[in-house]
């Protein structure tokens, strides 16, 4: 499986961007996609989850209401969308799959088995 991440940019504070992260080598339905962000000197952290069995997501509450994820079967591809955008959302973000992911471990970079390479969103203010 292999994971391509992109649609990152600069964007103004409050706009929006959207992300993709394209799957190959399995179906994006069989896989459960999950979102991370890394600020150079910080540790990764987790953004958000699109479960593969009933499209179910959940979001870091520092995203949540602002972001969503949604998945567009025929192109194997999971979107997140990003809105009303604040500069602490500047980050290299990156995609991250498993075909077995269960929600106490959602936040744990171990629990995501494919990775894709990371795209960088900047916030300007």
């Known amino acids: 499986v292999q994971l391509q991440a992109s649609g990152g940019g600069l964007v103004q504070a409050g706009g929006s961007l959207r992300l993709s992260c394209a799957a190959s080598?399995?179906?994006?339905?069989?896989?459960?996609t999950g979102w991370f962000r890394q600020v150079p000197g910080k540790e990764r952290e987790f953004v958000a989850v699109?479960?593969?069995?009933?499209?179910?997501?959940y979001f870091a509450d520092s995203v949540k209401g602002r972001f969503t994820l949604y998945r567009d079967n025929s192109k194997n591809t999971i979107y997140l969308q990003m809105n009303s955008l604040k500069p602490e959302d500047t980050a290299v973000y990156y995609c991250?799959?498993?075909?077995?992911?269960?929600?106490?471990?959602?936040?744990?970079?171990?629990?995501?088995?494919?990775w894709g390479q990371g795209t960088l969103v900047t916030v300007s203010s």
């Open positions: 080598g399995r179906s994006s339905r069989a896989l459960s």
């Open positions: 699109i479960f593969r069995s009933g499209s179910a997501t």
């Open positions: 991250a799959a498993s075909e077995q992911l269960i929600y106490s471990t959602i936040y744990r970079e171990s629990s995501y088995y494919y």
